[in-house]
DNA sequence: CTGTTAGCGCCTTCAT
DNA sequence: ATGAAGGCGCTAACAG
């Protein structure tokens, strides 16, 4: 490090106390106010950068919140992060980013990170791959107050946020059978996400309530790359299903591509609606034909301000907030 | 802070001193394999976390890398972190992002930020609205490296990577030529951009080369908006372009979208060829003709590779690294 | 093999 | 209004 200004740089400089220095750049106004603006006229002078660690080894906040997700490249979770980032910025905290590429030990290693930074609070969506969710809640333990979003473990008492998708499931099954169709099929995400247990049972909810034909073979689930859902495919549409309700955008569009590789036509061979509605889909020309929207940003702002209460409040009771969604047609 | 337990903790709790708990924690050699394991059984015990604030102060290095980009919405800027975090994570270095979303007086929040972070490095793909690049190379003189990336300054003796457009973008104008194309506009980046003033040499060039038509009423900056690029459409369009070269394939989405509100056919009435190829386009039954692959990975890998460079040696001379496009056809 | 000691840079009583 | 001194948690000589 070129730069080695310390308070004590400037104390010497000036050839008085480093107390009086470090008074002085705090505006304390017990230090009159020629020397404090001498002083602070110096340390820019001389490029002196307060020293986080000293600072932090006494003052022990460090104002960081950890955030991890599976993944930056969808956008779902980037306009989370934009919104997780807006509520916290405001009470002056910063977001330290981490994606776990759905691979637990990733996840791990990102945590551990976390810990060793002092962030405050962590802000978790899960890894698909994650088997000991105990390397997560661990943080507790060491005072660090962990809120879950959109991938929360299951039956835990823990702070969480994910999509309340009954609604939107239910108006996408509605607007399928408005348009005619008798036979659903369901490709899913990993069924280890509490968010694929949401959507298989509005879908079968739905299916039993209007009376529309399933089987096994139309009920698929995936890890959510192109590969599995290619794979998937011909088995689902064996049965020859009016449509398809996918996981989320993604995963129609894998599944899209697949049929116009076999010469099945989407939305007019066998119908598309999925969760996510991103926005990319507006440009689309034949984009599913409709998609849960769920509100990321609200799920982002609601996170954050559980997880600013938690800051404040010691032992606050664990939270279940479900953010609506609702049927987007294209 | 629940957990307050320190190397004093464990020290007193062993009855030992605290130079043999951080020794033992150290895997030290010189002390007893015995207690080492003790030392180390208890610390987690306790819940041990090194303080990186009081580590931080003594060893100086926070093994931290700051990356500042626009935004993360953009495909084209996650694939690059992905890569820059592919790189820096073997030698141990983890990523501190920040988004200035184009905004200048953000972007300086971020670099203080990381300043504040005492960040080893920082990667930069500048802000659109940057005016005063010098808040940004400021950095230097605190002894941090600063290696630019896609948004690079211009006129600068600073280490930057960036495409190297030319070879794209002939590609391009000579597929459009292929099409039939005698006139042919252009949407552009913001003029403060470097890539701004690569994309449209290139095309200025190619249109002199081709003897292709244009006019200042062809050719218009945009601040990357959807409004700003429906604002310029319609006096472009009043030129009855054969094609439109946009700055990215959002550029073109928004292009092509407000074309269809009018009834224009894109892609029929007039073609469309833009710059970034990302992802998702592949999933449109009608994305721009042709797209200019820039290869982000390679960007990212670049800059890792520089940064990592710059935190070993002294001094290195500025090196400005192209990354070779090429048009992908739709 | 283990303990003692002196800081790293900063803030904060307690004096003056 | 300013200075002196102690300590945050940890590491690294320097002693045994």
Redesign the pocket.
Known sequence: MTN?T????I?ETL????????????N?????I???ELVQKTAVQLN????Q???L???KSTRIIGIMVPTLNEEFFCQIIDAVEEVVREKGYYLQIFQSKDIETRQLEGLNHFKYLRVEGVLVSLAAETSKIEAVSDLEKFGIPVVYFDRVPRNKMVHKIKSNVDLGTKEAIEFLRGKGVEKLAFINGPSLLDTSDDRLNGYLRGVMTYNLKTSPNMIKSTDLSEKSVADALPTILNEKPDAIFTFNDYIALYAMEACKKKGIKPNKDVLFVSYGNLPFTKYMDNPPMASVEQYPEKIGKEAANIMLERLGEKDTEPVQILVDTKLIIH
Chains 1, 2 share one sequence.
């Open positions: 080695t310390t308070i004590k740089t104390a050839g008085i106390s480093i107390s009086t220095v470090s008074r002085a750049l705090q304390n106004p017990r230090i009159g020629k020397t404090r002196y950068l307060p020293n660690a000293s600072h080894l006494r003052k």
